[in-house]
């Protein structure tokens, strides 16, 4: 769940959400420390920006997010159901297990049109939320190393120093 009013996620999950992209953006520091360029890949939303913005102000990062609509998001989820069928029917078989009734609703929600992920309105919210720097990119149609050269080739349109006072500036969409 999250605070409508504020985005954050609520509970422990809020806490270990948070803590999660506080600690990979440690880890990435370190290595930056050490001269190696570090990547962390998550989906950095309300408190995990934050943490991120705490844990490497004043460090320039190439902050970019890969953003595709709502309905290539709902489809991936949707081209993933077989494959969790199968996951599923091997793990528990006919059993009556919790999980099983969950794919289920995933299964008549994608039918129905709706979210077949629980966390996709939080998502959708907090990505709105965030200040428009970096780079902006909507990944749709593109191969993984179609995503790969355009992000090489406009690395310095993501540069983004945390903690500065360019939060205003728009991002350059890709």
Same mark, same amino acid.
């Given at each position: 769940?999250?605070?409508?009013?504020?985005?954050?996620?609520?509970?422990?999950?809020?806490?270990?959400?948070?803590? @999660?992209? @506080?600690?990979?953006?440690?880890?990435?520091?370190?290595?930056?420390?050490?001269?190696?360029?570090?990547?962390?890949?998550?989906?950095?939303?309300?408190?995990?920006?934050?943490?991120?913005?705490?844990?490497?102000?004043?460090?320039?990062?190439?902050?970019?997010?890969? @953003?595709?609509?709502?309905?290539?998001?709902?489809?991936?989820?949707?081209?993933?159901?077989?494959?969790?069928?199968?996951?599923?029917?091997?793990?528990?078989?006919?059993?009556?297990?919790?999980?099983?009734?969950?794919?289920?609703?995933?299964?008549?929600?994608?039918?129905?049109?709706?979210?077949?992920?629980?966390?996709?309105?939080?998502?959708?919210?907090?990505?709105?939320?965030?200040?428009?720097?970096?780079?902006?990119?909507?990944?749709?149609?593109?191969?993984?190393?179609?995503?790969?050269?355009?992000?090489?080739?406009?690395?310095?349109?993501?540069?983004?120093?945390?903690?500065?006072?360019?939060?205003?500036?728009?991002? @350059?969409?890709?």
């Amino acid at each position: 769940d999250s605070d409508p009013a504020t985005g954050h996620l609520t509970g422990e999950a809020g806490v270990q959400y948070a803590l @999660r992209i @506080r600690n990979a953006c440690l880890v990435a520091a370190a290595f930056a420390d050490a001269g190696i360029t570090a990547i962390v890949t998550d989906t950095v939303i309300n408190e995990g920006f934050e943490s991120l913005t705490g844990v490497l102000a004043g460090r320039p990062v190439n902050f970019v997010v890969l @953003r595709p609509p709502v309905a290539v998001l709902r489809q991936r989820g949707i081209d993933r159901l077989p494959e969790e069928a199968a996951y599923l029917a091997d793990r528990y078989g006919d059993s009556d297990h919790p999980e099983a009734a969950a794919f289920a609703g995933r299964v008549q929600a994608a039918a129905g049109g709706r979210p077949v992920n629980e966390f996709e309105g939080i998502i959708e919210r907090g990505l709105d939320r965030l200040p428009r720097i970096g780079l902006w990119v909507d990944p749709s149609g593109l191969n993984p190393q179609s995503v790969v050269d355009l992000l090489l080739d406009r690395q310095a349109e993501a540069l983004w120093t945390p903690g500065s006072s360019d939060l205003g500036i728009r991002a @350059r969409d890709a």
